[in-house]
């Protein structure tokens, strides 16, 4: 009888737990909904523009650079579709999205990765991680002209905050 009682009470608090974790890991989901359009994007960490740097797409890097009103310093937001994230596109290449390929051994060309953006509030003013839907990294400034990297994310890192205002 007391097995049947300890059954009852375990199989309720088992599905109350289950749903409290699945609570807690959907809130910390990313889910900043961004207007479309063409944006600059500013680090808070250092202030620099996220720019394109290269001749052409498929060389082209992304890194961190003076805002000076250039077409390689304009993005073009692009929403995915059954996703949360977006994809990155560089005005100066129209369609390309370059921000942060990752390289399959299987495929000759780099995937394009789409990204969601996690609200960050810090002494009063909304800030937003840029978060790689694909590894859950956040993107990070590396400095003055220097290759835009990929961390494990922190609230409290400047150099993954970024503002987004209307190019």
């Known amino acids: ?3 049947q009682r ?3 009470l375990l199989i ?3 599905v109350s737990f289950l749903c409290f974790i699945t609570f807690v890991s959907l809130s910390s989901i990313p889910t900043e909904v961004i207007a479309p359009g063409t944006y600059k994007i500013e680090n808070m960490g250092d202030g620099l523009h996220l720019t394109i740097q290269g001749v052409n ?3 082209a890097t992304v890194v961190g650079d003076t805002w000076r009103d250039f077409r390689e310093q304009r993005w073009t937001f692009k929403k995915m579709p059954f996703t949360l994230g977006y994809q990155l596109q560089p005005s100066v290449y129209g369609s390309n ?3 942060s390929f990752h390289k399959d051994a299987l495929k000759k060309y780099a995937q394009p990765e789409t990204w969601m953006f996690k609200e960050v509030k810090t002494t ?3 800030y937003y991680q840029m978060v ?3 590894t859950t990294y956040c993107l990070t400034s590396a400095g003055r002209r220097r ?3 990929e961390l494990k994310c922190d609230i409290y890192r400047r150099n993954q905050q970024w503002k987004l205002t209307k190019a």
């Open 12 to 14: 309720p608090a088992f």
């Open 57 to 59: 797409a498929s060389f």
């Open 147 to 149: 290759e835009v990297t």
């Open 6 to 8: 300890f059954d009852r």
């Open 1 to 3: 009888m007391d097995r």
């Open 124 to 126: 009063g003013k909304t």
């Open 97 to 99: 999205n370059l921000l």
């Open 132 to 134: 790689n839907e694909r």
